[in-house]
């Protein structure tokens, strides 16, 4: 078992140098890791950017298509065999269709390659021809990457922290009543701990129902075909004082540590730790909407999250000895066009104070990051109404439950994002001068010009971000 393990490392370790030298003297490949937590909008955000990519028309902010030195870019078989592939073509039809629609959110990890052929630029554009570069576009749950943060706790650490942050939930009360009437130092048997585990996935399935962002284990909400094995049924519970071999509290916590075993680890390994650059897509907006306490937990779980990444740069000796290091990460505040752009910037603003120091601790390691706030697809148009004899910035559009057109204002961001972060901090429950309204709007009817992709806000400027410097 040793030997084989031994085995299965160099191997992995001699496949990565060579697939670091192809990409060094070759053709350039750059994986791109995608993924937020609910309801931020991936699925949406890859299908517009490749649609984009392949139709550079609204891309002004990329400034190699600025340039008019992408020459072509195409879709090409993913690398991964193993891999489902992202299904663009189905995800882009249903954005584009007479009465268009959302497509279904993201459930398990997708790729997609999508290959430029670009022309250098500066002292290089006479010298040589065009290259070919190679964008790997990873697609997953922003619930597996919470459960990174997994690989570094212990049972009894993850138990407390997650008992701690229930006791500040009431989604959690039923779930918190059962563990409370349990003996962790007792005997274990199936019903008991499926009943727990049935309660605890209520609880995390309620929470992020509620607007909150630090619910791990993600794969219970997620669990596919694993659904009901040992490794996705166990819950949290309070330490037992000298625990036996067939106590309760031991039997969680062996399940807990395979499912970082048998589900965490191979997630790291085998997909999250190749990535070179990362885009995580946030609800801000919606986490304002629920709240002070969700907006604190949201900054949380953005701490929590940077911990799960190796930031740093990718310098060829870096990557050949010691792998692959995510060389940039952007934090994108997405359905930005619901707000008038006259509040961009303090969306911006906001989402810049809530990563403000994960963003900080990865500047530290050498990667470079940015907060954007940005719309994929924009569903929205703005107009000014007047209202009581004040003018109001508005976006119009259709709303998801009826299907009627309206006009909303969903109140004023502050100019300080202090004063969120501040009630956030103070554990408020609620915003003590305004509430904020989000609403729910479908996709409007495209109309598209030959060789331009579908609206949106800044994606252009995300894309720059993530890959210009490689083009």
Partial sequence: ??????????????????????ETFFEP???????????SGKTVFITSLVANLMDRGRMPGLVAAAEGRIEAAFLQPQPDNTVPRFDFEEHLAALTAR??????????????RLSLRVRPAGMLAGLTGPRTIHLDIVDYPGEWLLDLALMDKSYTEWSAQTLGAMQKRPEAAGSLALIGGTDP?????????KALAVAFTGYLTAARDAGYTGIAPGRFLLPGDMEGSPALTFAPIPAADRPGRRSLWHEMERRYNAYRREVVTPFFRDHFARIDRQIVLVDALGAIHSGPRAVA??????TEILSAFRPGRNAFLTRLLRGRRVEKILFAATKADHLHHSQHARLTAIMEALTRSARDRARFEGAETQALAIAALRATVEETR????????????????????????????????????????????????????????????????AGDGPPHIRLDRAAQFLIGDKL
């Fill in 1 to 22: 078992m040793v030997i084989g393990t031994i085995a299965d490392g160099l191997t992995r370790g001699f496949d990565a140098i060579g697939d670091t030298l192809s």
């Fill in 29 to 39: 490949v750059i994986r791109i890791g995608v993924t937020g937590l609910a309801r």
């Fill in 99 to 112: 009465q268009p629609h959302w497509p279904d959110s993201t459930r398990a990890i997708s790729e997609l």
């Fill in 185 to 193: 130092a007792r005997d274990w048997d199936d019903p008991q701990i």
């Fill in 297 to 302: 937990d949201l900054q949380e779980t953005m």
């Fill in 386 to 449: 007047d209202h009581d004899g004040e003018a109001l910035d508005c976006v119009r559009g259709t709303l998801l439950e009826s299907g009627k057109e309206a006009a909303f204002y969903p109140g004023a961001l502050p100019e300080n994002p202090s004063a969120l972060i501040s009630a956030a901090q103070k554990g408020e429950a609620a915003w003590l001068d305004q509430d904020y309204q989000i609403m729910k709007f479908a996709p409007a009817p495209l109309t598209l010009r």
